[in-house]
């Protein structure tokens, strides 16, 4: 699944997001892309849930359209 998030923009968010991601779901595989502001997740979790967590970072999210 693939997270637009408008306001990561350093590394600090994307390990905030890693670290919360991760918290829910020890198993998830994270890769965040800065540039295009993307935060990739392979989780057991929904697309739902993830929103939820980026949230709980302080993050907004939306489901990137592929």
């Known amino acids: 699944m693939e997270f637009k998030v408008p306001d990561m923009s350093c590394g600090h968010c994307t ?28 989780s057991a979790l929904s697309a739902d849930q993830l929103t939820a967590v980026i949230k709980d970072a302080g993050y907004d999210s939306q489901p990137a359209v592929a």
Not at 20 to 41: Q, T
């Open 15 to 42: 390990a905030a997001i890693e670290k919360s991601v991760k918290a829910a779901d020890p198993a998830a595989a994270i890769a965040c892309d800065l540039g295009e502001r993307l935060v990739k997740i392979d």
